[in-house]
Nanobody
């Protein structure tokens, strides 16, 4: 069973930075990551994709509203994915979820939640004005 453990959430003021980490464990030959991604969900809103990294070649994809401010990266040796968030805005406030897709379709549907098979427990990010 693949498990994802997130860390690094917190509270910052507008313009601040945070880095989220997600450590994955429990991979097997039949369940390995094709993509790792970050999603977020604000109160009263649907879950939305933030960023995805294709683990084979580190190809990245970003949601429009975070492109240029957020950076997703991976450390394959540690089975860990990171989300560096800079120039944070109040509208970035949400619970951030790490997710793993085991199917290659994630390369072409990068931020589609049904593509992802495993999810973390979530980390709260709060940005105050």
């Amino acid at each position: 069973q693949v498990q994802l453990v997130e860390s690094g959430g917190g509270s910052v003021q507008t313009g601040g930075s945070l880095r989220l980490s997600c450590a994955a464990s429990g991979y097997t030959n039949s369940a390995s990551s094709a993509c790792m991604a970050w999603f977020r969900q604000a109160p009263g809103k649907e879950r939305e994709g933030v960023a995805r990294i294709y683990t084979n070649n580190s190809d990245t994809f970003y949601y429009d509203s975070v492109r240029g401010r957020f950076t997703i990266s991976q450390d394959n040796a540690k089975n860990t994915v990171y989300l560096q968030m800079n120039s944070l805005k109040p509208e970035d406030t949400a619970v951030y979820y790490c997710a793993v897709a085991t199917r290659g379709a994630c390369r072409y549907l990068p931020l589609s939640p049904p593509i992802y098979d495993y999810w973390g427990q979530g980390a709260q990010v709060t940005v105050s004005s």
